[in-house]
T-cell receptor
Framework: AQSVSQHNHHVILSEAASLELGCNYSYGGTVNLFWYVQYPGQHLQLLLK??????LVKGIKGFEAEFIKSKFSFNLRKPSVQWSDTAEYFCAVKNDYKLSFGAGTTVTVRA | SAVISQKPSRDICQRGTSLTIQCQVD?????MFWYRQQPGQSLTLIAT?????????ESGFVIDKFPISRPNLTFSTLTVSNMSPEDSSIYLC???????????FGEGSRLTVL
């Protein structure tokens, strides 16, 4: 079965700091990769996705992620976070019809 | 994108009772998905609901406990039967967007079982 691992449970950082959230998955075949974000009191929203092509994908709000096939990784990055980036971030991997989620990382940005 | 409405948004229930959660989508969709997000945990797929056929349940979930209806292409219900405190969770309805694999989510139904 597919498994998705997110390395950090909770990350606390200051505004303007750089953010990187790790994500690894177990499936060796063709996968589609996603990062979802859940802001406080809101529903899950898609941040970015990778299907094929350039392994460096850019999403909304200045986020980007890099797919490294050899490492089964899809890490999320943002060079300079803002207070409004405080949220929970979920990595997700799809193979076949099923979307599997990581445990999530809570990011707290201090002003 | 798709707009998904869930009812109820939250509820407090007694042990042994059942609760039905409704999910309404603003467009016709083939597949609807029901997820559970237990406190402090990630989202787990319960089942996939296709219109006109039986829902497909994931390992660890059974129809008797989580019966699902899918009467048309814009609506589905999930019932949590014979509830226990372990069923306290957020239940989320989702549908697939035009980009395969991209899911849109409702705001969820937060269920607390006493």
């Amino acid at each position: 079965a597919q498994s998705v691992s997110q390395h950090n449970h909770h990350v606390i950082l200051s505004e303007a700091a750089s953010l990187e959230l790790g994500c690894n998955y177990s499936y060796g075949g063709t996968v589609n990769l996603f990062w979802y974000v859940q802001y406080p009191g809101q529903h899950l929203q898609l941040l970015l996705k990778y299907f094929s092509g350039d392994p460096l994908v850019k999403g909304i709000k200045g986020f980007e992620a890099e797919f490294i096939k050899s490492k089964f990784s899809f890490n999320l990055r943002k060079p300079s976070v803002q207070w409004s980036d405080t949220a929970e971030y979920f990595c997700a991997v799809k193979n076949d019809y099923k979307l599997s989620f990581g445990a999530g990382t809570t990011v707290t940005v201090r002003a | 994108s798709a707009v998904i409405s869930q009812k109820p948004s939250r509820d407090i229930c007694q042990r042994g009772t059942s609760l039905t959660i409704q999910c309404q989508v603003d467009s016709q969709v083939t597949m609807m998905f029901w997820y559970r997000q237990q406190p402090g945990q990630s989202l787990t797929l319960i089942a996939t609901a296709n219109q006109g056929s039986e829902a497909t349940y994931e390992s660890g979930f059974v129809i008797d406990k989580f019966p699902i209806s899918r009467p048309n292409l814009t609506f589905s219900t999930l019932t949590v039967s014979n509830m226990s405190p372990e069923d306290s969770s957020i239940y989320l309805c989702s549908v697939e967007g035009t980009s395969a694999g991209e899911l849109f989510f409702g705001e969820g139904s937060r269920l607390t079982v006493l």
